[in-house]
């Protein structure tokens, strides 16, 4: 676990000397404190650990001891993370490979961890991208087939899926309910 510094007021016999050895130490409680507060709410990625001690103007030096010990104690870990992502992404999402890819990225992280996640996806995009269209197909009963097919395929897009297969998906889906 990092160690977090305490806050105290320093009331002890020390001397200005001792003064300026606690500011770092400070100012690296303040850090661990600040990223443990956002931790408690969502996993982050080593970028955005990096920003978070940025924007709260940690110096560079400090920022680095912290997320070198928080990466050591497993608080942050982009592989842990972007398997998360991948779980939510194919679970409750039903997201293709396009758009997993884009979330990973937009949360920062790395080329080759992404990858990584992406091959260890199941082979089983055309099936998720045909059972989201079996369920949107169902509300699209009363609308013009042309009308739903481009509203349908413009769904199964949207959420990442390629344009061959999100219409394959769309056009199979549209004909189980009309048939």
Do not use: C, W
Not at 1 to 8: H, L, R
Not at 119 to 141: H, K, N, T, V, Y
């Amino acid at each position: 676990m990092p160690t977090v510094a305490s806050s105290g007021s320093g009331s002890g016999s020390g001397g200005s000397a001792e003064g300026s050895a606690s500011e770092p130490d400070d100012v690296r409680a303040r850090g661990e404190r600040m990223l443990l507060r956002k931790l408690r709410t969502r996993s982050l990625s080593l970028r955005e650990a990096r920003r978070a001690l940025t924007d709260a103007e940690i110096d560079d030096a400090v920022a680095e001891e912290i997320l070198a010990d928080f990466e050591g104690n497993g608080y942050v870990d982009d592989a842990r993370l972007a398997e998360q992502l991948l779980d939510s992404a194919l679970g409750r999402k039903a997201q293709g490979a396009t758009a997993i890819a884009r979330t990973l990225s937009q949360r920062g992280l790395d080329r080759e961890v992404i990858d990584i996640a992406l091959a260890s996806m199941p082979d089983d995009e055309a099936d998720r991208a045909l059972d989201f269209a079996r369920q949107r197909a169902r509300g699209m009963s009363g609308l013009d087939h042309d009308v739903a097919l481009r509203r349908l395929h413009g769904q199964l897009a949207r959420r990442g899926f390629s344009g061959s297969l999100a219409m394959n998906a769309a056009r199979q889906a549209l004909a189980e309910t009309d048939g």
